[in-house]
C-alpha cells in the first residue's frame, strides 16, 4: 500500500534522462535529517520550477512505494529550500568531532618516539586549515566512513591498529603510524562538503595520494636534517597503501610497514562498510543485507554475541 509523504531532503546524487516517448524524468538519492538514506523518481520533471542539482535541500511531496524489493518515493512535486538548510542534512558520526580529534593527538603523542616524526606530526598540528577540515571530512564520498568526521575516525582507527601490529610483527612503529597517521590526509583537498559530499577539481584530476604525498613533503621541507629516506619510506606508504594499480595505487607496497599499512586501511574500511550496511538495511539478528553490488554479495548479520568466561 502506497502512503503519502511530504519531508525535507537533501540531494545525495541525481540523474536526468528522458523515457522512450520522450518525458523527461529524474532519478535522485535523497538523505533526510537522520542521515537515512531512500532514492526517488520523478516522471515529467520539466513542471518543476527550479533545475535540481545534486546538494540541494528540497521539500519533497510523494508517495511511498515499495520498487524491486526496497522502498522508493515517487516523486510528485519539488521545492527548493534555501542553501543555509544544507549543513543539516549531512550524514553525521555517533561522536564528537573536537573530542576524537583529541583523543587521536593523545594517542598519537604518548606514541611517537622518533623526533623526526613527531616534529613532522607537529607541523600537521599547526596547520588549521588542514587540521580544520580533518576533523569535518567523511573518509569518502560513499561506500566507507562516509558521514562528518569519517577521516578523523578512520585514520585514528588506522593508526591504533598500527601500533598493533607494530608491537605484533616488530617493525618500526614511527614510521608505521607516521603512513597511518598521512595515508589519506590528502582527502582534506579532495572532498568538498558544501553541498553534499563531491569531488574538488584538485581531487579529480590529482586524487588524495598525490595530495598527500604534496602536503608531507611541505611539512618535510619545513623540518631541518629531516631524513630523506624518512620522507621516501612515508611516501611511498602513501603512494601504495590501496595495495594493487588497478585500485588507484602508482606502486605496489615494498616495504614492511607499506604491506601492513595496506592491510589494516583496507580492513579498517570494510569493517565499517559491512556495519553500515547492516545499519542503512535495518538488519536484525539473524537477518541477511539487500545484496551489495560493490562488494558482489548479501551480508549477514549473526549478532551472536561473546560471552565472559569464569574460567
Known amino acids: 500500500m502506497d502512503m503519502n509523504l511530504n519531508k525535507k531532503y537533501m540531494i545525495m546524487e541525481i540523474a536526468k534522462s528522458n523515457t522512450k516517448d520522450n518525458r523527461p524524468f529524474i532519478k535522485v538519492v535523497l538523505i533526510d535529517k537522520d542521515g537515512v538514506q531512500i532514492q526517488g ?3 515529467d520533471s520539466n513542471k518543476l520550477k527550479f533545475d535540481p542539482q545534486k546538494g540541494d535541500v528540497v521539500d519533497v511531496s510523494g508517495t511511498i512505494q515499495s520498487y524491486n ?11 527548493k529550500m534555501p542553501e543555509e538548510e544544507s549543513k543539516d ?9 573536537n573530542q576524537l580529534y583529541d583523543e587521536f593527538v593523545s594517542f598519537v603523542e604518548s606514541n611517537l618516539q622518533d623526533r623526526f616524526i613527531k616534529a613532522l606530526f607537529r607541523e600537521f598540528k599547526n596547520d588549521q586549515d588542514v587540521t580544520t577540515k580533518f576533523k ?3 573518509a569518502a564520498k560513499n561506500v566507507h566512513h562516509a558521514y562528518i568526521g ?15 601490529m607494530s608491537n605484533y610483527y616488530k617493525v ?4 608505521l603510524m607516521a603512513g597511518a597517521i598521512f595515508h589519506d590526509i590528502g582527502k582534506v583537498y579532495e572532498l568538498d ?4 559530499f563531491d569531488y574538488t577539481d584538485s581531487g579529480k584530476l590529482i586524487g588524495h595520494l598525490l595530495l598527500g604525498i604534496e602536503l608531507v613533503n611541505s611539512y618535510c621541507a619545513k623540518i631541518d636534517n629531516f631524513p630523506e629516506l624518512y620522507r621516501h619510506v612515508i611516501n611511498h606508504m602513501i603512494a601504495s597503501h590501496h595495495g594493487l594499480l588497478e585500485y588507484g595505487s602508482p606502486k605496489k607496497p615494498k616495504t614492511l610497514e607499506a604491506i601492513i599499512l595496506h592491510h589494516i586501511d583496507d580492513m579498517d574500511a570494510k569493517v565499517n562498510t559491512f556495519k553500515s550496511i547492516f545499519i542503512k538495511d535495518n538488519i536484525t539478528a539473524g537477518g541477511w543485507s539487500n545484496y551489495d553490488r560493490l ?7 549473526h549478532n551472536i554475541m561473546m560471552e565472559d568466561s569464569d574460567a
Open 41 to 43: 523518481i520523478m516522471f
Open 69 to 79: 524489493g526496497q522502498f522508493q518515493i515517487k516523486i510528485n512535486n519539488m521545492s
Open 89 to 97: 542534512f549531512l550524514p553525521k558520526g555517533d561522536f564528537d568531532e
Open 136 to 138: 569535518k571530512m567523511p
Open 150 to 164: 569519517g577521516l578523523l575516525e578512520h585514520t585514528y582507527s588506522v593508526v591504533r591498529l598500527a601500533v598493533i
Open 172 to 175: 618500526n612503529r614511527d614510521l
Open 193 to 196: 562538503i558544501s553541498k553534499g
Open 295 to 301: 562488494l558482489e554479495r548479501q551480508l549477514f548479520n
